[in-house]
């Protein structure tokens, strides 16, 4: 399966100012339609990472 197959992503970031850049990746990454996607500002994203993706893809 590829990034064309997901159809739902939730992006966790540890930071707010971090999400016109995550915005830029995700259009980048992804063709349009975009997939649905929701963004949570979080601290439980793994020490070290700034963001976290989840994705729900179908074929």
Same mark, same amino acid.
């Given at each position: 399966?590829? %990034?064309?197959?997901?159809?739902? *992503?939730?992006?966790?970031?540890?930071?707010?100012?971090?999400? &016109? /850049?995550?915005?830029?990746?995700?259009?980048?990454? %992804?063709?349009?339609?975009?997939? *649905?996607?929701?963004?949570?500002?979080?601290?439980?994203?793994? &020490? /070290?990472?700034?963001?976290?993706?989840?994705?729900?893809?179908?074929?």
């Amino acid at each position: 399966m590829g %990034f064309e197959d997901v159809i739902k *992503a939730t992006v966790f970031i540890t930071d707010a100012d971090f999400y &016109d /850049g995550m915005n830029e990746g995700y259009r980048e990454i %992804f063709d349009e339609p975009y997939p *649905a996607r929701s963004a949570v500002v979080t601290g439980i994203v793994t &020490d /070290g990472q700034k963001v976290e993706i989840e994705a729900i893809a179908e074929k």
